[in-house]
C-alpha cells in the first residue's frame, strides 16, 4: 500500500503560481507511477497530469498543459505539482493519487491510492 499526504494549496490571485506536495510512503519501492486529479464543486474528478515514480516520464491535461509541470524529489519520496499562471477555472480541490504498472494512466478508476485533497482557490 502506498500512503498520500497532500499540502500546498491556498488562495492565489488570476496569474499567480502555487506548488503543491504530495508526500508519499510505504511501498513506493515498487515504484508506483503517481497522478494529479482535480475536482472542481459540481463537476467531476478530472486528470491533471502522471509522472512516473523516477520522474522520467510524465503526461498532461490539455487544460493544464505549458502551465503545469510535475516532479519528483526523490531525497523526500514527494511528488510535486508547479502550477503557473493560474486561472480561476483551475480552482478545485486537488488530489495526488498513486498505482502500481508503468503506463501513465489518466484514468481515475486505475489508481489504487489518494490522498486526502487540497484545496486550490483562484480568484479573478
Known amino acids: 500500500q502506498v500512503q498520500l499526504v497532500e499540502s500546498g494549496g491556498g488562495l492565489v490571485q488570476a496569474g499567480d503560481s502555487l506548488r503543491l506536495s504530495c508526500a508519499a510512503s510505504?511501498?513506493?519501492?515498487?515504484?508506483?507511477?503517481m497522478g494529479w486529479f482535480r475536482q472542481a464543486p459540481g463537476k467531476e474528478r478530472e486528470f491533471v497530469a502522471a509522472?512516473?515514480?523516477?520522474?522520467?516520464?510524465?503526461n498532461y491535461a490539455d487544460s493544464v498543459k505549458g502551465r503545469f509541470t510535475a516532479s519528483r524529489d526523490s531525497a523526500k519520496n514527494t511528488v510535486l505539482l508547479q502550477m503557473n499562471s493560474l486561472k480561476p477555472e483551475d480552482t478545485a480541490v486537488y488530489y495526488c493519487?498513486?498505482?502500481?504498472?508503468?503506463?501513465?494512466?489518466?484514468?481515475?478508476?486505475?489508481?489504487?491510492?489518494w490522498g486526502q485533497g487540497t484545496q486550490v482557490t483562484v480568484s479573478s
Open positions: 510505504g511501498r513506493t519501492d515498487r515504484s508506483p507511477v
Open positions: 509522472i512516473t515514480w523516477s520522474g522520467g516520464r510524465s
Open positions: 493519487a498513486a498505482r502500481y504498472g508503468s503506463m501513465l494512466s489518466s484514468l481515475e478508476k486505475t489508481y489504487n491510492y
